[in-house]
């Protein structure tokens, strides 16, 4: 079953704009963690925010977490056409339960 | 360090037949878990190994299996084929606390 539900499912911009996904899950975490994938290929990590953080940085991504709503945010900034790949959220409970539960994906599409 | 190896890349196989998928993970990481990617059901959790030992499970049937070795290289098998079994089966590994996950390029599966 999916644990995370990505918001919007695609997104299309333009080259040089914001791009902004979003993830909702259901049971308490340990941490979040942002994947891409291009073109089903293998998916790369891009960032982990941990349950007791809120906000976190990496280059040009800006991934924030509200556990209360249990929702987290990924944020790209001044997009490129190389980013352009479908991004999921996976949620890491912890505990004695090793696997990493993944939201459906946001396709996200910038135009050059 | 040398990413996550999986082999073959591409299989076609035809229903009723076995398959065995290979992953080698990172130089050091002990933990390595298998998801099913396909369109319909997105990412899903197979199973997880660590030190040769299965840690979780995910909701597949019994034709699904794997085992990891002591160097920490892992198989997976499907067993009587079904048209359905046809996804992208990507391996991962993890050495640290947080289970942050690296991926191998995946096995495309085509079952005719």
């Known amino acids: 079953s999916q644990q995370g539900e990505e918001d919007p499912q695609a997104l299309s911009i333009q080259e040089g704009e914001n791009a902004t996904m979003n993830c909702s899950y259901k049971t308490s975490i340990n941490n979040l963690q942002w994947y891409r994938q291009n073109s089903g290929r293998g998916l790369v990590h891009l960032i982990l925010?941990?349950?007791?953080?809120r906000e976190k940085h990496s280059g040009r991504l800006r991934v924030t977490l509200d556990t209360s709503k249990k929702s987290s945010s990924l944020l790209i900034t001044a997009s490129r056409a190389a980013d352009t790949a479908s991004y999921f959220c996976a949620t890491f409970s912890g505990g004695s339960n090793y696997k990493l539960t993944f939201g459906k994906g946001t396709l996200l599409t910038v135009n050059p | 360090k040398a990413g996550v190896t999986q082999t073959p890349r591409y299989l076609i196989k035809t229903r009723g037949q076995q398959v065995t998928l290979s992953c080698s993970p990172i130089s050091g990481h002990r933990s390595v878990s298998w998801y099913q990617q396909t369109p319909g059901q997105g990412l899903q959790f197979l199973f997880e190994?660590?030190?040769?030992?299965?840690?979780n499970k995910g909701n597949f049937p019994g034709r699904f299996s794997g085992r990891q070795f002591s160097n920490s290289r892992s198989e997976m098998n499907v067993s009587t084929l079904e048209l359905g079994d046809s996804a992208l089966y990507l391996c991962?590994?993890?050495?640290?606390?947080?289970?942050?996950?690296?991926f191998g390029p995946g096995t495309r599966l085509t079952v005719l």
């Open positions: 190994y660590f030190s040769e030992t299965q840690r």
């Open positions: 925010i941990r349950s007791n953080e």
């Open positions: 991962a590994s993890s050495g640290g606390r947080y289970n942050e996950q690296f």
